[in-house]
């Protein structure tokens, strides 16, 4: 057994794992004792998790056993064993329980059920199921064992029987017994559970089975099995079990657990559904209809035979009840009406719920056929009615049950109460709320009076049933006048009642003693209650909130609140209980009480003549009065007593105060009945508008309002105000009236009575009187809510517009909490009772609108045409229906047959009808309000299968129809039964996107919901893996509002009957939404809690609308699940502890405003722009705004745009819009970051705003739009491909407005965005603008075009200039006369900047366009001539402006500018020139040196200029000086816009203004205290240079007109300004990554342009960028710059066009980086390096680097990386933080193998490689075996640090041996060492001739010397200067006067003699004279010091490149050479001026 010792020392997982069995048995022997001790939490469970399938599979018995013994540890203790189970489970079925061995079995099964413990119960039957399908008795048999033993441990509740019980009858089938046999031991187990709901379904099995069955059935103990078995998460349970265990079996304590422990099991639910409609005989219509009547009867049979099926599956069974309905109502054979009975009572018990939609036809027409006497029919009758009552609510048929009640014939109103007695026993307290109560027991009340006794049995059962139910507390009321022996009558009837719920239901309104009853209450929700509370066998519910039938559901509460009845008593009685009756007794008695209490005298004085002594009277009583206690006070004696003679009457005002308010007291200190304020009623108002006495009347009204309830007060003092005459009265009425509304509540005022008062108030003469009618209203408008408004429609307008007026003042207010009134009643009762009360008046309020009936006026004839064959006759027919609407207003809920033949046009062909009807159906609602409710199931339904129409504009229709019902009948009746599920199983992606997304709108606003909504969520998951992307969308949206009401829980369990893939991705979703799960609403606070019936806007819902608020913002705050539950006013804030409330009981909305308006969500834009590349969401493109663009733009803002503001920018009302752009014009500086991440939804909702009609919004988003773009220019933010394409075309659509200031706003903000976005590409989206059919539009685009090519070139035409002058042109023949002259006046323009050229690119065109075009530039009488001038002078004005406007904005208020920018626009042509140096003042070298002496004739141009004037400074005077520069003068008071003005000159299309705009910055750069002012512009100043150097390569360099000296001079200017720039670090360091980018490309292009080595002095510029190049790598920021040229490269190789030698020079470029990393490795963000590597590697993955032509790429991207890893070490690994996803990086792979690599070998090696990029050629170099001293010296030059020595080394070798050979050394290596080594020695050789003076050039050629430095600095000098604040003398242009004499001869005066130049710039006031010549000199000597610098970092970078580049890189000896040359031409032409 050598090999045993091997397997021995193998770790335990391993030996589970091993070949030999007996290695596998001892692992698993370590195995079960490892896992008895780890740690339920150990890491090494998960070790295990792939094995424990193969212990339980084992093929060896003997080790299975064990395995299996460790696989049941495993299970148990693991706390990942649940993600085995479903192969575990398996391989135990399969594997395990066909063993022969019983403990094999045993194990298998403990198993199976340890995995149920573990949560797993539903996976486990699963595979437990699929056991029973294998053909293996043996394994059926062991299934069907481990299920028995399943359910019989843990329960039915845990295992769920359906599917068991569904596969039982196949189990008897079998052909084995002990399967047989085992099946009915099961059967027993489920019959132990679920009773007799197991009958039915194994009705069809073998019938000697079923007896035996029977036989076992009975013999089963009727003591309710329990629960013995728990699973982990009842933890609880089992304690409570194990303590009744203890405490000796089941005492009676574990009663009320029974309820709970077992679920009722309805055997309905068990059954399968069968399809009935398609079995129906194809002639049943027919027959059904025929004459004979036994044909009727066979058709009915027929029927009656399918509807026995006990359950059947939905359809649209509309017809087939039809066809029955007509049949008990018409037909005239007593039999066939019982028949047809009896098929409607299987129907409705077949389908149940689903039935509910049909009850409402059927019902009326039963109660009616009541009038049979037969009792066959009556009884089948009863049977239909009672089985079409449980499929409905009694809310949905109460109207017509009530309208049957006043019948004139005694069978039906007997049996009609019958019924309502019957319906009553299945209601519970809170399915039978008062305003069902109400109109019942009024019916009833009339049948107990009936003349026929058996109504009045009938009636007195019905009332005793309620009386059982609801309460005595709920049905008293009701019953106050019905005499003592009825009432006794109605009781015993109540004790006789037996209810389908038992006792229990009852509330605790009648347990007297108070007890609580909490505990046992079942209250069933009145929103899914009435219907589940039907079935007999329903389950007793959970506690489930009560909830109004009339609106919203509210405040859940139990049935039962301590000792107080569940609905505060409404009404006029406020607490029934403390109401105090009186009666009146006589003054003599009075008189006698009141002698008792008051003092003798007082009594006597009362009537006495002297006011004094009634005065002192007034007085003794009142002390009397404040002394008594409430008990003996005789309220009414005294009262009496008061009003006795003069009583009201009283003339001293200071006797009636006191009288007035010794009322007050009485009625707040004793018991004040309604008889005592009978007695001082009308004296008070009387006296309400009293001057002196009107606030004590006041005050004693409130006080008799508090003792007999404001209700009753109020109706009193109103009635007795409006019966007297005096209109002060009657005013000051009803202002106290609005007072007392506002502190007593609303509670059970009378509406009705107060609308006719208000509406008389509203007619009176007195103006006082109106107004406070008006105040009164908007008082009862925050109770009421918009329906108030209905009652006064027909006033008149004026009048009207008042009432509106107020009611706009009361929007958004709630109401106040009533702060009286409440004190006598027990609060505990009064939070619930009063809640009741408040949520009635809106109902109410609709209630008692007069509605009109409109059954007559629908015919049939109206019916059939609205179902006519032709579309038109339809059409009619709708039309007609409209009118009757309209003109009824409101009207009743019987609307006959018009329902139907509504339903069936909403499948109507023809759309048009579809929408009509649609839009009928939203009228309804409106004028049937709440009591469409009865209609929700077969007309609102079908509205929402409309929803998945394929037009948008008829799904839009039908959304707001379905909004529109649910705003009347609340949500409850939408989302009972199966309707709703049904419509979301049907696969339309348009039906599915669209309802979810209602419900997602609709369900965070409700608080309790019918448990059907579970029905939904199976398709809820499907529509969670649906093909299109915006149904997935809106289920994920869903999903959080789902759990909200469902529970984590359940959706869970719902989860199992998915596949395992889609059950993954739907967990992982589920655990996503629970984060994001909104809290169900608050309660809403008393004082405004009413319901908001009419069109109520959400405004008088404040919990719901909070409560969304909560809901949907989840990224606003990140603990968002907690603060949920602070949604609306919470009446408790306890509920809240511990948790933040956010929103404060009944604060304003404006609290939850704090916070920022947009949320950075990091990478949110970019994920966007991903999506919608990737056509995840909508592309932002339509002619108008569909609803989808908006919901899809709503979803994208909900992350991160604040709640409040979003509901403010997606509001129905233009006011809102307004809101939503001042605060974000508010928040616009404040917060930058926010604004630009969010910048694309930003522009997107701003492009909605610009399809707006209102001009308010459109002006204040123009407004917006500026101020935004002033930003984004400060921010120097370029805008993205994504948001131009998304909104400049919709921008561009309102340049053609009609409003003159829209348009010219439009024009601005194009203009500002040139500074934000490129203007070619701006260019193309106005030339799309050209095309539009708006003339006006045409005619703007076409001179905003104009105006981008006059200020940045010809460049700015897209595609070509040619196509795009073709495309304007071709609008000189235009139609409109306005977008003619634009065309031409474009063209013009262009004609100005290109001159002749225009013609040959516009092409041909007409005759007669063309005479117009040349006549047009005629007329502008601008030569081409002129035109660099008239560029020069026009140019500048639009960018200058823009800039202006920009550094404008950033200091001082947003003014607006674009009138400003017009008239500069249009002043163009007018302005002076100032900013331009004037031909002859330019300096052209040339010229000069070839005029031989003479003064040549050629300069008339000075004369104008009147020298002579000039002689005398005195003349000149100041305002001149000012006149000369309006521009700065006017805009240009700070240093920041002259260089905005100055740098926007240097991209222009005109060279000479270029190159005076470099020369002026340039100046300005080499002045080290002006220098800083350029900080900020450089990325600007970049920008402008490089477009520049593109609009030279472009176009300048093709135009064969141009003198190519003037190019060269623009390249010099630009490359000397540059090279300025890049010497001063601070300021290079500002260029950012993509101008470097861009500016690297502009540099590298023009080094390798031939056309420009072609040019006389080529060579020079090409030197000169390359000393440019150098000093742009060294001195940049080296992040910034080493990513430019990685995205360089990277866009080189991958552009085809792109020459190989660009990319070669971008990786020199590289490499000279490299060499510097060691130096400047740590000021480079090596992230973001890395980041772009990566991308770089993602681009060109090795492979595709490898196919390149040429090995640089990947030989430069080697080297950087090993540079990095060399330096930084194994640290550069921290550096990938930015990269999305590492691991599948090619970098991380890459740097990996590098630092492995570089651990290995020693570090010189790798030192080596890296040095330098071309090594191995001077290694080659260093080995030829030559003279050793030459050796020595190549190596010199060869390294990096003695280069200069080994130089001078070679130099003085060669002068010693001049016949030395050098070749061999040279001929190895490269020639650009070659070339090097060559130009190195002859620096030598010049610097050793002493001409050491003269600088290496900086690449400037003599021409730019000679006229780009002197130009420069007299304009800078002049505009700076000004700028500075200091007025420029005449001195300054004395001083160029002298300077100018002298070039012409004309001043004598010796060089020698001049001071040295100093800048004048540093003192403008006083310059010094300088000679042009001079002026060369010193910056010659300025270059010098950086020669050296140069020259040591210049022979640096060429050891890097290798051969080939020789001819373009610089050579510093020639430019030495050339300077040189340059002097001696200066020396000419000074010598032959003397």
Not at 90 to 109: C, D, M, T, Y
């Amino acid at each position: 057994m050598g090999d045993d010792s091997e397997w021995m020392k193998l770790p335990i997982d391993q030996k589970c794992e091993h070949k030999l069995w007996k290695a596998r048995l001892n692992g698993y022997e370590e195995a079960l004792k490892l896992f008895q001790k780890l740690d339920d939490k150990s890491p090494e469970w998960s070790k295990y998790l792939g094995l424990i399938k193969k212990f339980v599979t084992d093929s060896n018995a003997v080790a299975q056993l064990k395995g299996l013994e460790a696989a049941l540890a495993y299970v148990e203790n693991a706390h990942v064993a649940g993600k085995t189970t479903g192969e575990v489970a398996s391989g135990v079925v399969n594997k395990v329980f066909n063993q022969p061995k019983a403990r094999a079995k045993e194990l298998g099964l403990d198993i199976c059920l340890m995995y149920i413990e573990i949560e797993k119960g539903e996976a486990v039957q699963e595979e437990l199921l699929k056991g029973l399908d294998n053909k293996n008795p043996k394994i059926i048999v062991a299934c069907i064992e481990t299920l028995r033993k399943a359910l019989s441990e843990f329960g039915s509740k845990i295992i769920s029987l359906k599917p068991i019980i569904k596969v039982l009858p196949k189990l008897f089938e079998s052909r084995e017994k002990a399967v047989r046999d085992e099946a009915k031991l099961l059967a027993v187990e489920i019959y132990r559970w679920i009773r007799d709901a197991l009958r039915p379904p194994l009705q069809n099995i073998n019938s000697v089975q079923l007896k035996e069955l029977e036989e076992e059935w009975v013999k089963v103990s009727s003591a309710a099995p329990k629960q013995t078995r728990f699973l982990r998460s009842q933890q609880e349970l089992k304690a409570k079990f194990e303590q009744q265990q203890a405490a000796g079996g089941d005492a009676d304590g574990g009663d009320d657990d029974e309820e709970e422990a077992v679920p009722q099991v309805d055997a309905y639910e068990l059954l399968e559904a069968v399809e009935i409609l398609s079995k129906l005989p194809k002639d049943f219509y027919e027959k059904v209809e025929a004459k004979k009547w036994q044909e009727r009867k066979e058709a009915l049979e027929a029927v009656e035979l399918l509807v026995k099926n006990p359950k059947l599956e939905s359809g649209d069974y509309a017809d087939l009840v039809k066809v029955l309905k007509k049949v008990v109502g018409k037909d005239t054979n007593v039999m066939l009406v019982a028949l047809a009975a009896k098929c409607l009572t299987g129907l409705a018990s077949g389908l149940r719920k689903k039935f509910g939609q049909y009850a409402g036809h059927v019902v009326p027409t039963i109660l009616e056929k009541f009038k049979e006497k037969k009792p066959q029919v009556v009884q089948a009758l009863q049977e239909a009615i009672d089985a079409i009552f449980l499929t409905t609510t009694l809310q949905n048929i109460s109207e017509d049950v009530l309208a049957v009640m006043d019948n004139k014939n005694p069978t039906i109103k007997q049996q009609t109460s019958l019924f309502i007695a019957r319906s009553f026993r299945h209601c519970t307290p809170s399915t039978l709320p008062k305003s069902l109560l109400k109109p019942f027991c009024a019916a009833l009340l009339k049948h107990i009076n009936d003349s026929a006794p058996e109504v009045r049995d009938a009636g007195f059962e019905a009332l005793g049933t309620a009386l059982k139910v609801a309460g005595e507390k709920a049905v008293n009321p009701f019953l106050a006048d019905v005499d003592k022996l009825k009432l006794d009558r109605i009781k015993e009837c109540a004790e006789k009642v037996e209810l389908v719920y038992g006792e229990k239901t009852r509330g605790a309104a009648e347990k007297k003693e108070g007890k609580p009853s909490a505990g046992k209450t079942p209250a069933f929700s009145g929103n899914g209650g009435d219907k589940e509370t039907k079935d007999a066998a329903a389950k007793p519910l959970k506690k489930a909130p009560a909830a109004k039938p009339g609106g919203p559901p509210k405040k859940g509460k139990p049935a039962a609140s301590a000792g107080v009845g569940g609905a505060g008593a409404k009404g006029k009685k406020g607490p029934e209980t403390k109401e105090i009756f009186e009666s009146e007794l006589s003054i003599e008695v009075c008189e006698e009480k009141a002698a008792a209490v008051l003092p003798a005298s007082c009594i006597q004085q009362l009537d006495s003549g002297n006011w004094k002594e009634r005065l002192a009277c007034m007085e003794e009583f009142q002390k009397a009065v404040e002394l008594m206690e409430r008990s003996e006070m005789p309220c009414q004696a005294l009262v009496r007593m008061l009003a006795k003679k003069p009583g009201w009457k009283e003339t001293n005002f200071q006797v009636m105060q006191m009288k007035l308010h010794i009322v007050a007291l009485i009625a707040q200190k004793g018991n004040f009945s309604k008889t005592s304020a009978q007695v001082v009623l009308d004296g008070l108002v009387d006296k309400a508008g009293d001057v002196k006495c009107g606030s004590n009347a006041k005050e004693a009204m409130t006080a008799i309002a508090e003792a007999c309830q404001l209700p009753w007060t109020a109706e009193q003092v109103v009635a007795m105000a409006f019966s007297q005459k005096n209109p002060k009265n009657q005013s000051e009425t009803l202002n106290w009236l609005s007072n007392a509304i506002k502190e007593f509540g609303f509670s059970g005022l009378n509406v009705k009575a107060f609308i006719s008062n208000v509406k008389t108030a509203l007619a009176a003469t007195n103006p006082a009187v109106r107004t406070s009618a008006i105040t009164l209203l908007g008082v009862m408008y925050l109770y009421v809510g918009p329906s108030l408004r209905m009652f006064f429609e027909d006033e008149k307008p004026a009048l009207l517009s008042q009432i509106d007026a107020e009611f706009e003042k009361m929007q958004g207010q709630t109401a106040p909490a009533p702060t009286r009134g409440i004190s006598r009643q027990s609060v505990a009762g009064g939070d619930d009772g009063d809640e009741e009360e408040q949520e009635e008046v809106g109902n109410d309020v609709v209630d008692l609108l007069p509605r009109t009936d409109i059954g007559d006026k629908i015919t049939a004839e109206l019916v059939s045409k609205i179902g006519d064959k032709n579309w038109k006759i339809r059409k009619e027919g709708l039309d007609e229906v409209t009118s009757i609407i309209n003109e009824a207003k409101f009207i009743e809920p019987n609307i006959g047959e018009l329902l139907a033949a509504l339903k069936s046009r909403l499948n109507d062909s023809n759309k048009i009808l579809v929408q009509q009807t649609l839009s009928i159906l939203q009228q309804l609602a409106t004028a049937m309000g709440p009591n469409i409710k009865q209609h929700v199931k077969n007309l609102g339904i079908p509205v929402i299968t409309v929803l998945g129409d394929s037009k948008n504009n008829v799904r839009a229709a039908a959304l707001a129809t379905v909004n529109a019902w649910a705003e009347q009948t609340g949500m409850k009746e939408w989302l009972e039964g199966e309707d709703l599920s049904e419509e979301l199983k049907k696969e339309n992606p348009f039906l599915r996107q669209e309802l979810l997304g209602w419900l997602a709108e609709k369900l965070p606003t409700l608080r309790s919901v019918p448990s059907d909504l579970l029905l939904c969520v199976p398709h809820l998951y499907s529509c969670l893996e649906d093909r299109n992307g915006d149904v997935r969308k809106k289920a994920q949206d869903a999903l959080p509002v789902f759990m909200m009401h469902l529970g984590f829980e359940k959706m869970t369990k719902a989860t199992s009957k998915l596949k395992p893939t889609s059950k993954d991705q739907v967990l992982a979703m589920l655990e996503k939404a629970k984060a994001n799960m909104p809290a169900k609403p608050a309660p809403p606070a008393k004082a405004s809690s009413r319901v908001a019936e009419g069109a109520a806007p959400a405004k008088f819902q404040p919990a719901s609308a909070l409560a969304e608020d909560s809901g949907s913002n989840t990224m606003e705050s990140k603990p968002d699940p907690k603060r949920a539950k602070a949604g609306g006013a919470s009446s408790k804030a306890k509920g809240v502890q511990g948790k933040k409330v956010l929103s404060k009981p009944n604060l304003k909305e404006d609290d939850d405003k704090s916070g920022p308006i947009f949320i950075i969500v990091p990478n949110g834009k970019e994920q966007r722009m991903k999506d919608e590349k990737g056509l995840k969401v909508l592309k932002w493109n339509f002619t108008t705004p569909r609803d989808e663009y908006i919901e899809q733009l709503k979803t994208q803002m909900s992350s991160c745009v604040a709640k409040w503001l979003q509901d403010e920018m997606f509001h129905a009302d233009f006011q809102h819009h307004n809101k939503a752009l001042t605060v974000m014009i508010e928040h616009l500086e404040s917060e930058k970051d926010g604004v630009i991440s969010c910048l694309d939804l930003i522009l997107k909702w701003v492009t909605l705003r610009f399809f707006d009609t209102n001009t308010s919004v459109l002006m204040k988003t123009l407004e917006y739009l500026k101020l935004l773009f002033n930003l984004l220019g400060q921010e120097e933010y370029h805008l993205t491909e994504n948001e131009a394409s998304s909104f400049i075309p919709y921008l561009i659509l309102k340049v053609g407005e009609p409003k003159d200031v829209i348009r010219r706003d439009v024009r601005a903000i194009l203009n500002r965005m040139c500074l934000i976005y490129p203007a070619s590409k701006m260019f193309t989206f106005i030339m799309e603008g050209t095309k539009s059919k708006n003339s006006k539009q045409r005619a703007e685009c076409l001179e905003e075009l104009g105006c981008l090519v006059e200020s940045y070139g010809m460049n700015v035409c897209q595609p070509t200039p040619g196509k795009a002058l073709k495309e304007m042109a071709t609008h000189i023949g235009d139609r409109d006369n306005t977008v003619r002259n634009a065309a031409l006046n474009t063209i013009v323009t262009v004609y100005n900047v290109h001159g002749d050229q225009v013609f040959k690119l516009i092409g041909n065109l007409s005759e007669k366009d063309m005479s117009m075009l040349e006549e047009r530039i005629k007329r502008s009488a601008k030569r081409p001539s002129a035109a660099p001038v008239r560029q020069a002078e026009e140019k500048p004005q639009r960018t200058q402006n823009i800039s202006a406007n920009a550094s404008m904005l950033r200091k001082g208020p947003a003014e607006d500018m674009s009138s400003k920018l017009n008239q500069n626009r249009n002043m163009g042509s007018h302005s002076e020139t100032t900013h331009t140096v004037p031909r002859e003042f330019q300096l052209d070298l040339d010229e000069i040196e070839n005029d031989n002496g003479t003064v040549r004739c050629e300069m008339p141009a000075l004369v104008q200029h009147k020298l002579d004037d000039i002689f005398e400074p005195v003349l000149i005077p100041e305002p001149k000086i000012r006149a000369v520069s309006p521009h700065f003068d006017d805009m240009h008071s700070n240093t920041a816009s002259t260089i905005n003005f100055v740098i926007s000159q240097v991209a222009s299309g005109d060279i000479n203004t270029s190159i005076q705009a470099l020369a002026q910055i340039d100046e300005v750069l080499r002045q080290e205290d002006k220098a800083e002012a350029m900080s900020g512009h450089i990325d600007q100043f970049l920008i402008a240079t490089f477009m520049q150097l593109r609009l030279i390569y472009n176009t300048h360099m093709a135009d064969e007109k141009l003198d190519k000296d003037e190019i060269v001079k623009l390249y010099s200017c630009i490359i000397g300004s540059m090279i300025s720039l890049f010497q001063i670090e601070s300021l290079a360091r500002e260029a950012s990554t993509g101008v470097l980018k861009d500016l690297m490309h502009g540099l590298i292009t023009l080094m390798l342009d031939s056309r420009v080595e072609d040019l006389e002095e080529g060579e020079q510029v090409i030197r000169s960028v390359n000393l440019l190049v150098v000093k742009v790598l060294e001195k940049s920021d080296q992040t910034n710059i080493l990513s430019a040229l990685l995205v360089l490269l990277q866009d080189s190789l991958l552009a085809t066009a792109s020459s190989p030698k660009f990319s070669e020079l971008v990786m020199k470029c590289l490499w000279r980086m490299v060499r510097l990393l060691p130096e400047t490795i740590n000021s480079i963000n090596l992230d973001r390096i890395l980041l772009d590597i990566h991308i770089f590697m993602k681009v060109f993955p090795k492979e595709k680097l490898k196919q390149c032509k040429s090995e640089f790429p990947i030989r430069t991207l080697k080297t950087l990386l090993h540079t990095l890893c060399k330096l930084k070490g194994p640290k550069i690994l921290d550096h990938l933080t930015m990269i999305d996803n590492k691991n599948e990086s090619e970098l991380e792979a890459h740097l990996c193998r590098v630092m492995k690599h570089s651990m290995n070998q020693t570090g010189s090696k790798a030192d080596k490689d890296t040095e330098k990029g071309a090594s191995h050629i001077e290694e080659k170099a260093s080995k030829a075996k030559v003279n050793d001293i030459l050796a020595e010296i190549f190596k010199k030059i060869g390294s990096k640090e003695n280069t200069k020595e080994g130089l001078a080394e070679l130099y003085e070798y060669k002068k010693k041996y001049s016949d030395a050979d050098i070749e061999p050394f040279l001929k190895n290596s490269s020639q650009f060492f070659q070339s090097y080594v060559e130009r190195g020695l002859r620096l030598i050789e010049t610097e050793r001739e002493g001409k050491g003076r003269i600088a290496a050039s900086t690449g400037i050629s003599p021409q730019m010397e000679g006229t780009c430095v002197p130009a420069s600095t007299h304009t800078v000098s002049s505009s700076i200067g000004n700028t500075n604040g200091e007025e420029v003398g005449p001195s300054v242009y004395l001083e160029r006067l002298k300077i100018l004499r002298q070039r012409c001869g004309l001043d004598n005066a010796k060089q020698e003699d001049r001071p040295p130049l100093t800048s004048l710039l540093s003192k403008p006031a006083v310059p010094t004279v300088a000679s042009s010549t001079d002026m060369l000199h010193s910056k010659l000597s300025q270059l010098r010091e950086s020669r050296e610098q140069y020259q040591h970092l210049d022979l640096d970078s060429n050891q890097t490149h290798s051969s080939g580049i020789g001819t373009t890189l610089a050579s510093p000896s020639s430019a030495a050479a050339n300077i040189d040359d340059l002097k001696k031409r200066l020396e000419r032409i000074k010598s032959s001026r003397k």
